[in-house]
């Protein structure tokens, strides 16, 4: 028979985790831009466009968890829970069903969002399809990935906007409901 050992990891390995993942994130990001920044290359361009949509993907599917967390704890009456979706649970999604369930939510700070990642899912879709193919040259492709980063650029700044009024409202909400207990 296998024994079967519950591993629980202390607050302090939760923690370490959490900071060493952002830290990876932002050393992309910043390696990321440095790539945009380099010219010469045509091929900067298309790798710094289909990057920063793998970014925009990963740092979607932590948006959909903050905002189920803030559905979960705010909005819901107290006999009635759903499911919190963590980042885990989109990994087989791509990154068109994940802006299709960032449309489920109806929310006037996610409209501008919503906007752009229509255009970049279909930029990155016909960008990758023509990537291989034999319809567009490298230059083609260059030009397409310049528009790609510019669409990706407004995504990013919202998705930070996004997470930090988040974060805000997250805090002062806790804050409150610790006075009232």
């Not at 920063?52 to 948006?63: G, H, V, Y």
């Not at 649970?89 to 006037?108: A, C, H, M, P, Q």
Request: net charge positive; no cysteine; glycine share 4%.
């Amino acid at each position: 028979m296998k024994k079967i050992i519950n591993k629980e990891l202390s607050n302090y390995d939760v923690e370490k985790r959490f900071i060493d993942w952002i830290v990876k994130i932002q050393i992309l990001k910043m390696q990321i831009e440095k790539l945009d920044k380099t010219s010469g290359f045509l091929i900067s361009s298309i790798a710094s466009f289909l990057l920063k949509s793998q970014i925009i993907e990963f740092e979607l599917k932590q948006l959909l968890t903050a905002l189920d967390l803030h559905f979960n704890n705010i909005s819901r009456p107290h006999f009635l829970k759903r499911k919190i979706r963590t980042p885990k649970d989109f990994d087989r999604f791509t990154l068109g069903k994940i802006v299709g369930e960032i449309n489920l939510f109806d929310w006037d700070k996610l409209d501008e969002m919503k906007d752009n990642l229509g255009f970049l899912v279909k930029k990155r879709n016909d960008f990758v399809h023509n990537l291989f193919g034999n319809d567009k040259n490298i230059k083609e492709l260059e030009k397409e990935a310049k528009i790609g980063i510019i669409i990706a650029n407004n995504v990013i700044r919202k998705i930070e906007e996004l997470e930090s009024f988040l974060k805000e409202e997250m805090s002062a909400n806790f804050r409150i409901q610790v006075r009232n207990n």
